[in-house]
């Protein structure tokens, strides 16, 4: 069955691996062709997203629209943290996500046992914690406390961290969440 | 011996500031360091928020293309294959 100019062949071998019975690996080749600058991590996020879904029932018919936009939107946010897990933005999302839908199950054992210890200052020596000052003290010259405000509020998990680690994690989510951008985006693009 | 420190956190913030300039589009502005930071992180804070209202809006299109499988016989295929494995 041909679906016509070169522009959908990443559609027709999507389609080929789904009439020939094949497994989850060749559909995750077939959505990863259609996206641009592939980085590791999107293969991952693809399928723990597809995971997700899978799991939220996303096929049941008796959802609502909004039921079934809120669960894609769960699985989305699930997907970016699971890819980070060390991160502080990533477990404040967990956190986020667990308060939001009380369902303890979703958590991977890892993020369950993990304390969210906000402004904690690491066990090292006196010189490397000076040093840490002196930067968020310099950050914190050059920032307008209105932006960081802002950003703090974006990023999860903003409103505990120093200013330094704030800028590290914005840097981590923002890469995250291109790449997650991208996948909804090949995802949409391939069920068109 | 304080503008040694100074002066290492001054490398790190312009690190930082360049890794942030690289991830936000339309950022490739000259002008102090001073001036682009505020600058930058202006342009950081509306790309963040329009990545997560992207994120919505594809949330919302998903949910729509998935409503609509009954319809289309081979996108009913596809869906089914992908979250039946």
Redesign the interface.
């Given at each position: 069955m041909c679906l016509g100019t070169s522009n959908k062949s990443f559609k027709y071998s999507?389609?080929l691996s789904?009439v020939n019975n094949t497994?989850?690996r060749l559909?995750l080749f077939g959505c990863i062709l259609a996206m641009q600058n592939t980085i590791p991590s999107k293969q991952v996020l693809l399928k723990t997203f597809?995971t997700g879904?899978?799991r939220r029932n996303?096929?049941n018919?008796g959802m609502t629209?909004?039921e079934?936009?809120?669960a894609?939107?769960f699985s989305?946010?699930l997907a970016m943290a699971s890819v980070r897990k060390e991160a502080k933005w990533s477990n404040a999302l967990m956190a986020d996500l667990s308060r939001k839908f009380q369902r303890k199950t979703v958590l991977p054992s890892k993020h369950r046992h993990v304390v969210f210890r906000g402004n904690k200052v690491s066990k090292h020596k006196r010189g490397a914690r000076?040093?840490r000052a002196?930067?968020a003290t310099?950050?914190a010259k050059?920032?307008?406390k209105k932006?960081?405000q802002?950003?703090r509020r974006?990023?999860p998990g903003g409103k505990c961290m120093d200013e330094c680690t704030l800028?590290?994690e914005?840097?981590d989510?923002?890469?995250l969440?291109?790449a997650?951008?991208d996948v909804?985006?090949s995802?949409?693009k391939?069920?068109? | 011996m304080s503008s040694r420190r100074s002066r290492i956190s001054e490398e790190e913030i312009n690190e930082l500031i360049s890794k942030l300039q690289s991830l936000v589009p339309e950022s490739r502005r000259r002008g102090s360091n001073r001036a682009s930071a505020t600058k930058l992180l202006k342009e950081t804070c509306n790309y963040i928020k329009s990545l997560q209202q992207e994120v919505d809006d594809l949330s919302d299109r998903l949910s729509d293309l998935m409503a609509g499988m009954d319809n289309n016989s081979a996108q009913a295929d596809i869906i089914r294959s992908l979250l039946s494995s």
């Open positions: 999507l389609f789904f497994k989850f559909l597809l879904l899978r996303i096929t018919k629209l909004l079934r936009k809120r894609i939107k989305a946010d000076q040093r002196a930067k310099a950050i050059c920032i307008v932006r960081e802002v950003l974006l990023v800028l590290d914005t840097l989510y923002l890469q969440l291109k997650q951008v909804m985006r995802l949409v391939a069920l068109e | -």
